[in-house]
């Protein structure tokens, strides 16, 4: 008799925690749904972000720069330290400006995780999530899920946390952490949508950057 119980007792914590694992599951499904109906409603979208390296000998002491993200779409423009990346849903040139020179290559050929232009997208492919905590930051109400890699393997982190404010449905803070212990964060500074934007925006320019290099990786 007193095996049988303990071993109900056992099951009956088993079945608990993957209910709870469940439920963590589902809520951070609903939240990360109700993000991205909302982020795919907006025509274009203007972020300022801040760029946040540390290593494991620097925690708290990371180098810190200053970004800007359009978005219209599969379109993008990112200025990124010293680069300008622009994307027009086909093609991405990377304009690095203290080389002088713009590398080209398909937008196929990129897939990188961290990169501030997929970050309010992210958690859509390749990855389980986990509703981790609610919580006041900075005086806002945030949501945090957990992001892991379906394929732990071929990704370089092997978890993204997303800080999710939970009025606006905006993700507020992103946390990428790499294998090789590396902490990348984008915090989210400003946030303006439906800003007019030409498609002449996300498409590099030769002719306003005269004597720029070309690298044509297609």
Known sequence: MKTIVISLFLSMLSLTSLFAQDNATT???????????????????????TLIHETKDNVGKGDKASGTLLLKGSKYQLTLLGNVIYCDGTTI??????EKEVIVANA???????????????????????????RFEQNRAIYIIDLFPKEVEKSEYSRVRLYINKDKSQIWKVEYFAKDKN??????????TNTPMNDADFKFDKAKHPGVQIIDER
């Open 27 to 49: 809520k951070a499904k609903t939240i990360l749904d109700n993000v991205s109906a909302k982020t795919k409603a907006y025509s274009t979208i203007k972020i300022n972000y």
């Open 93 to 98: 040139w990377t304009h690095m400006l203290d």
């Open 108 to 134: 196929s050929q990129k897939d990188e995780v961290f990169n501030p232009a997929k970050m309010l997208t992210i958690y859509e492919t390749g990855f389980k999530y986990k509703f981790i905590q609610e």
């Open 183 to 192: 902490t990348y964060t984008i915090i989210v500074n400003s946030f303006e």
